[in-house]
């Protein structure tokens, strides 16, 4: 069982910089690949990055490539995903997603557990 929560959502202007966190209690030993999701009104869900256990693979969609980063700090149980240079259109819901094996899949990947998200608004 895993919990996730959020954070470091806001408002910000196009161009600047937000880091999100995303705190997860694991009862387990298990290893968890863990991503982020983004939600848009009136678009579909879509993976924006996504990690493995060791840090060591991971996968940024292309809209992310270049301005965002994911990390995550296991003494913190926490996972990070910096974002970078905003765009108005980047306005959504990011979600904190994380699965019960050490695999992600930068299609139709659907983790067992997710975190309540929290709102990016990107202003112009």
């Known amino acids: 069982q895993v919990q996730l929560v959020e954070s470091g959502g806001g408002l910000v202007q196009a161009g600047g910089s937000l880091r999100l966190s995303c705190a997860a209690s694991v009862r387990t030993a298990s290893r968890h690949a863990m991503g982020w999701f983004r939600q848009a009104p009136g678009k579909e869900r879509e993976l924006v990055a996504a990690?493995?256990?060791?840090?060591?693979?991971?996968y940024l969609g292309d809209s992310a490539r270049g301005r965002f980063s994911i990390s995550r700090d296991h003494a913190k149980n926490t996972v990070y995903l910096q974002l970078n240079n905003l765009k108005t259109e980047e306005t959504a819901v990011y979600y904190c997603?994380?699965?019960?094996?050490?695999?992600?899949?930068?299609?139709?990947?659907?983790?067992?557990?997710w975190g309540q998200g929290t709102q990016v608004t990107v202003s112009s």
């Open positions: 997603a994380a699965d019960e094996g050490d695999n992600y899949s930068s299609t139709g990947w659907e983790p067992a557990y």
């Open positions: 990690i493995t256990w060791s840090g060591e693979f991971f």
